[in-house]
């Protein structure tokens, strides 16, 4: 669990009306739209005539595919891909997607977000009839009982749909059989997955519609919840046997995860973050003269803090972009000063000044602390810290790394104790009503479940990050290895 909250992955897909079409390269574009969603691992799988071919492997889109690999991806009509943060299961290139399965009837490949909640029970009951996994991700497991109910299913679309029953918890998934690209979404609907076209034609499938942006493609819509959608030779066809009702979405991909120029279920994210600092304000009003927003996702609403407030909003700090991979942080007095290597103040902007400062979150409250003493260190006069969404309080189990109370500092201490530990005036969190209000132009309903520990579907008793890896005994410690900032920083 580190300082900050990870999504799980970014999905695409494409479906070209020919051969011949350069899909790799359109994935390709989609994945760089998509690379905050991880930045762990990727992928792109194509193909070509009913031949999937793929590549993928550990590191960032840009480093992955080299113009070389790229070509070898050569063209097709159909490609999927990845961008992968492990909410658990190791980093490695086996763990990678997408996974491209061989079976009785040709070849699949499968792309996934989100996160099984009786993945563990799956796994087992496959394991014990025989089935040898060769990752410790959920994906593999899907693709298993996608290809057992193939065995007797008409068609692939059918055997999804069946799979569908036994399947719990989140997933956004991307599938590519030799002649179909379907695209899914679980019942729930907790993660985002929308469907755009091209001006050639083609059909996208992406966790975030910057991904259609990126590749000049029409939004048409999001997926409901529990629908499949079927893209062949013959055209589009939606499956609703699973659709139950409006989704909920979780409303974190709001917050924090989705990129500022996304629409999710219709609404801006831009427009949701700027509203929850209008909220935050109306909750939490307090005499200043600047509002500052932490970058990148506490800038919006740091925007709607001032224009609500009527305080001016400054830029207070700067982003040091270019710290990425190559940053290394030996000892922990390096580590402890890497915050001030990323993030640096403007100092005209905060001297002598009382200063709002706006972040999205406070997992810990050591990077919180870290920042509030910049600013003190650049001679702010006061710092009042709000925050646009409420204290996390329970784990996530639908693909984020929210996993344990013991590491949320909000299950630890009051308001007041956060408060003192960060070296804050005043501290203000958005309420559970006010980050519903955010979004509330968005055609769904939200899982608010780490905020109020209810959530919109049945949860494991016990579920963690490395339950593959403690249960099937490949590794006696949970992963403690690289973890990336959306720079691709390791944490
Ligand atoms: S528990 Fe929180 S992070 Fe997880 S899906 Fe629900 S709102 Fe999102």
């Given at each position: 669990?580190?300082?900050?909250?990870?999504?799980?992955?970014?999905?695409?897909?494409?479906?070209?009306?020919?051969?011949?079409?350069?899909?790799?390269?359109?994935?390709?574009?989609?994945?760089?739209?998509?690379?905050?969603?991880?930045?762990?691992?990727?992928?792109?799988?194509?193909?070509?005539?009913?031949?999937?071919?793929?590549?993928?492997?550990?590191?960032?889109?840009?480093?992955?595919?080299?113009?070389?690999?790229?070509?070898?991806?050569?063209?097709?009509?159909?490609?999927?891909?990845?961008?992968?943060?492990?909410?658990?299961?190791?980093?490695?290139?086996?763990?990678?997607?997408p996974l491209v399965v061989r079976h009785i009837k040709g070849q699949l490949a499968i792309a996934h977000n989100?996160?099984?909640?009786?993945?563990?029970?799956?796994?087992?009951?496959?394991?014990?009839?025989?089935?040898?996994?060769?990752?410790?991700?959920?994906?593999?497991?899907?693709?298993?009982?996608?290809?057992?109910?193939?065995?007797?299913?008409?068609?692939?679309?059918a055997a999804v749909d069946r799979a569908m029953d036994r399947l719990e918890g989140a997933y956004s998934l991307v599938i590519m059989s030799p002649e179909k690209l379907i695209a899914v979404r679980d019942e729930t609907g907790y993660?985002?997955?929308?469907?755009?076209?091209?001006?050639?034609?083609?059909?996208?499938?992406?966790?975030?519609?910057?991904?259609?942006?990126?590749?000049?493609?029409?939004?048409?819509?999001?997926?409901?919840?529990?629908?499949?959608?079927?893209?062949d030779s013959s055209g589009i066809r939606?499956?609703?046997?699973?659709?139950?009702?409006?989704?909920?979405?979780?409303?974190?991909?709001?917050?924090?995860?989705?990129?500022?120029?996304?629409y999710i279920a219709g609404m801006s994210v831009h427009e949701a973050r700027r509203n929850a600092g209008k909220i935050l304000a109306k909750e939490h009003p307090v005499d200043a003269d600047v509002v500052i927003g932490v970058p990148d996702s506490g800038l919006d609403a740091a925007l709607g803090y001032a224009e609500e407030s009527g305080i001016p909003y400054g830029m207070g700090f700067v982003k040091n972009r270019?710290?990425?991979?190559?940053?290394?942080?030996?000892?922990?007095?390096?580590?402890d000063n890497g915050v001030r290597m990323k993030l640096n103040v403007v100092p005209s902007v905060i001297k002598g000044k009382r200063v709002i400062m706006v972040d999205d979150s406070i997992v810990r409250g050591t990077t919180s602390a870290r920042i509030v003493k910049l600013l003190r260190d650049a001679g702010a006069k006061e710092v009042h810290v709000r925050v646009s969404a409420p204290p996390f309080i329970a784990p996530c189990y639908y693909g984020t790394d929210i996993d344990s109370k013991e590491h949320l500092i909000a299950c630890q201490m009051s308001e007041e104790g956060i408060c003192q530990m960060i070296g804050a005036d005043t501290l203000g969190y958005l309420s559970v009503e006010g980050v519903k209000k955010m979004a509330s132009e968005a055609d769904c309903d939200f899982c608010v479940g780490c905020f109020t520990e209810k959530y919109p579907s049945a949860v494991p008793e016990k579920t963690s990050k490395d339950r593959f890896e403690k249960k099937i005994g490949e590794s006696s410690e949970p992963y403690k290895g690289a973890r990336r900032t959306e720079d691709g920083e390791e944490l």
């Amino acid at each position: 669990m580190q300082n900050t909250i990870h999504e799980e992955c970014g999905i695409f897909g494409v479906y070209a009306p020919e051969q011949n079409h350069p899909v790799a390269t359109e994935a390709y574009y989609g994945l760089f739209a998509l690379q905050h969603r991880g930045q762990e691992s990727c992928g792109i799988a194509v193909n070509d005539r009913g031949v999937i071919v793929c590549h993928k492997d550990v590191g960032l889109v840009r480093d992955v595919f080299t113009a070389s690999e790229l070509e070898k991806l050569g063209t097709g009509q159909m490609a999927i891909g990845h961008t992968r943060y492990s909410t658990f299961g190791t980093v490695n290139r086996t763990n990678a997607q997408p996974l491209v399965v061989r079976h009785i009837k040709g070849q699949l490949a499968i792309a996934h977000n989100g996160n099984l909640t009786n993945a563990t029970e799956l796994r087992r009951q496959l394991e014990f009839s025989g089935a040898i996994f060769h990752t410790t991700n959920d994906s593999e497991i899907i693709s298993y009982m996608i290809i057992r109910e193939r065995l007797t299913a008409s068609s692939i679309e059918a055997a999804v749909d069946r799979a569908m029953d036994r399947l719990e918890g989140a997933y956004s998934l991307v599938i590519m059989s030799p002649e179909k690209l379907i695209a899914v979404r679980d019942e729930t609907g907790y993660r985002p997955l929308v469907m755009g076209k091209t001006k050639e034609g083609e059909i996208i499938f992406a966790s975030e519609t910057c991904a259609l942006d990126v590749l000049g493609a029409e939004y048409i819509r999001d997926l409901d919840a529990g629908e499949i959608v079927v893209v062949d030779s013959s055209g589009i066809r939606s499956i609703r046997t699973h659709c139950k009702g409006r989704s909920h979405m979780c409303v974190f991909e709001f917050v924090y995860f989705a990129r500022p120029d996304s629409y999710i279920a219709g609404m801006s994210v831009h427009e949701a973050r700027r509203n929850a600092g209008k909220i935050l304000a109306k909750e939490h009003p307090v005499d200043a003269d600047v509002v500052i927003g932490v970058p990148d996702s506490g800038l919006d609403a740091a925007l709607g803090y001032a224009e609500e407030s009527g305080i001016p909003y400054g830029m207070g700090f700067v982003k040091n972009r270019y710290i990425a991979r190559t940053f290394i942080q030996p000892t922990q007095a390096q580590r402890d000063n890497g915050v001030r290597m990323k993030l640096n103040v403007v100092p005209s902007v905060i001297k002598g000044k009382r200063v709002i400062m706006v972040d999205d979150s406070i997992v810990r409250g050591t990077t919180s602390a870290r920042i509030v003493k910049l600013l003190r260190d650049a001679g702010a006069k006061e710092v009042h810290v709000r925050v646009s969404a409420p204290p996390f309080i329970a784990p996530c189990y639908y693909g984020t790394d929210i996993d344990s109370k013991e590491h949320l500092i909000a299950c630890q201490m009051s308001e007041e104790g956060i408060c003192q530990m960060i070296g804050a005036d005043t501290l203000g969190y958005l309420s559970v009503e006010g980050v519903k209000k955010m979004a509330s132009e968005a055609d769904c309903d939200f899982c608010v479940g780490c905020f109020t520990e209810k959530y919109p579907s049945a949860v494991p008793e016990k579920t963690s990050k490395d339950r593959f890896e403690k249960k099937i005994g490949e590794s006696s410690e949970p992963y403690k290895g690289a973890r990336r900032t959306e720079d691709g920083e390791e944490l």
